[in-house]
T-cell receptor, first 111, second 115 residues
Framework: GNSVTQMEGPVTLSEEAFLTINCTYT??????LFWYVQYPGEGLQLLLK?????DKGSNKGFEATYRKETTSFHLEKGSVQVSDSAVYFC??????????FGTGTSLTVIP | DTAVSQTPKYLVTQMGNDKSIKCEQN?????MYWYKQDSKKFLKIMFS???????INETVPNRFSPKSPDKAHLNLHINSLELGDSAVYFC??????????????FGPGTRLTVL
């Protein structure tokens, strides 16, 4: 079956540090992969996505590359800001409209 | 110009009561969803409707009943509320069915507290 595994948090970083949040997936076919972000007290927002192998999604300085050989979609940012503090969810969609979400990784960036 | 809206934002009620949460999307999407997010931020899909037809119904107590009067609305009715129902409930929508490339758009959430 389909599933998403992402690194457990919480993650605490100093401002301008490098961020990596690991995400690996299991799928029977060729899924699309997503990163969603949830700021405190808000709903989830799409951060970036990739629809096929070797695609790179990017937005707001965040990047993730769809790696079919390692079944991974790790989220990276070169220099985090306090405003990046949020919960990040990795997700996949393969058939129909069902999404499979990871458990979320809480990020806190301190000044 | 809210894309996916939910009401109410907060709901506090007693055990045993019946309550409803409403969701509306103005994106013209065909598919709508309900998710439950627990205190550890774990997100679990509950239901999915496509053009008013139920297409996903995860293992959810039958006290939860979704209703879709039209494709822009998906309401969630909960009977005989229990303490364990306390959570944040998110509505979402996406375009089309049968493609793996849909992006889901989420509402702001309804925080339900059962006392």
């Amino acid at each position: 079956g389909n599933s998403v595994t992402q690194m457990e948090g919480p993650v605490t970083l100093s401002e301008e540090a490098f961020l990596t949040i690991n995400c690996t997936y299991t799928a029977t076919g060729y899924p699309s992969l997503f990163w969603y972000v949830q700021y405190p007290g808000e709903g989830l927002q799409l951060l970036l996505k990739a629809t096929k192998a070797d695609d790179k999604g990017s937005n707001k300085g965040f990047e993730a590359t769809y790696r079919k050989e390692t079944t991974s979609f790790h989220l990276e940012k070169g220099s985090v800001q306090v405003s990046d503090s949020a919960v990040y969810f990795c997700a996949l969609s393969e058939s129909g409209n069902q999404f499979y979400f990871g458990t979320g990784t809480s990020l806190t960036v301190i000044p | 110009d809210t894309a996916v809206s939910q009401t109410p934002k907060y709901l506090v009620t007693q055990m045993g009561n019946d309550k409803s949460i409403k969701c509306e999307q103005n994106l013209g999407h065909d598919t709508m969803y309900w998710y439950k997010q627990d205190s550890k931020k774990f997100l679990k899909i509950m239901f999915s409707y496509n053009n008013k037809e139920l297409i996903i119904n995860e293992t959810v107590p039958n006290r939860f009943s979704p209703k879709s009067p039209d494709k822009a609305h998906l309401n969630l009715h909960i009977n005989s509320l229990e303490l364990g129902d306390s959570a944040v409930y998110f509505c979402a929508s996406s375009q089309d069915r049968g493609t793996s490339r849909d992006t889901q758009y989420f509402g702001p959430g309804t925080r339900l507290t059962v006392l």
